[in-house]
């Protein structure tokens, strides 16, 4: 009987910093049941071995900020059963967004001594904005029980099980005394969970490196903060970290402008 072929599995770079493929790697047991469940096929930042295509899932770092980038994630689409985008590059842009509010030549002309051969997209995108995603992880890095998580239920033909509640759920489940009530000014309540609420538990607002919740009530988050005193600046600068071009978190900061 002839052995059963073992899913595919790979895991794809863009522009980002790595440390979501690094929160693979920091599976350590788990990854190695992961490992005897899966082939791992493509994943250049744990392995030179390559395996071609097709792939039943796909992981894919990272946000689309050059021409070369635009042109490979189609082909990366094309060659996956599935496609899941980890991390707040991937999900959103990531912090290289920041050149979405700005004109990113006045970038390259500073920092460049011949700005000409830089080859780059005005924007930082996230994937969905090219292709076709079938799952989200969000995080800044990613949690990796979530990312677990998602493996298996893809491999495993189900929906994967990840909360989509904010991060105040977790203060709450830790014990953690509000910072906002304290008058330190917080995106928790709008911000989607998975990080374990560690900026909070250390008495620290939470930056909303998770990116938005599904369902963010940013107007009323706003008002309390500002009529405790925060400026219409700090607000801005609050949502334009990790998540600055995020639909929810980028139409918020943009009406303040």
Known sequence: MPKKEKPKLAVWKFASCDGCQLSLLNCEGELLTVAGAIEIAYFAEASRDYQPGPYDLSLVEGSITTPHDAERIQEVRKQSKYLVTIGACATAGGVQALRNFKNVKEFTNIVYAHPDYIDTLANST????????????????????????????????????????????????????CVMVMGTPCLGPVTHAGCGALCPAYNRGCYGCYGPMETPNMESLADWLMHKGLAKEDWIRMLRTYYANAPKFKAESTKYE
């Open 126 to 177: 996230a994937i969905a904005d090219h292709v076709k995603v079938d799952f989200e992880l969000q995080g800044c890095p990613i949690n990796k029980k979530q990312l677990l998580e998602v493996i298996s239920a893809f491999l495993n033909h189900r929906q994967p099980k990840v909360a989509t509640h904010s991060v105040c759920i977790e203060c709450k489940q830790h014990g953690n005394p």
